[in-house]
């Protein structure tokens, strides 16, 4: 399972004395911890469930570089995409070019869709069909393209 991965990595990490890895294991598994108690009482996440924990997690650090790289601070900028890298290593392999664009024309054929106002069943049917493997934005993208608008 992913949690146990990440839980292994850790305890390598301290081995190791990587400072920077665990760390990141450390707050994703605390955010994968709030997450379950979130969810409700002695519950478990799915790996599922983990793994939109982890998107969070990797898109914190994206929108932080964002931030900082205007702002000047070139070495918090930095720090956050090493985090990212770290946590990237957990998602599933990402849909991109050829393969969204081929999932994405089976989600509109499966849906029936014709205009722009069928985005919501386009995407619902798509991230159905291949859960955790979509960038939302990148899908949405990709839909309006083929949409056309």
């Known amino acids: 399972m992913l949690l146990d991965r990440m839980n292994d990595d850790l305890k390598d990490a301290m081995k190791s004395r990587d400072q920077l890895k ?3 294991l450390r707050m994703t598994l605390a955010e994968v911890k709030n997450a379950r108690i ?45 985090e990212a890298v770290i946590l990237r ?17 089976a989600a509109i054929q499966e849906t029936q869709a014709q205009s722009i106002k069928d985005l919501g069943k386009v995407m619902k049917a798509l991230m159905a069909a291949h859960p955790g493997q979509v960038d939302g934005k990148a899908a949405q993208t990709a839909i309006r393209e083929r949409l056309g608008v």
């Open 22 to 24: 665990i760390s990141v």
């Open 89 to 105: 290593v957990y998602l599933p392999q990402s849909l991109e070019g050829p393969a969204l664009a081929q999932a994405v024309e």
């Open 38 to 82: 979130e969810k409700g009482k002695e519950a478990t996440l799915s790996e599922e469930e983990v793994v939109q924990v982890l998107r969070r997690a990797v898109k914190k650090r994206e929108e932080a570089v964002e931030q900082y790289r205007p702002a000047g601070r070139a070495d918090l900028a930095d720090k956050e995409e090493q």
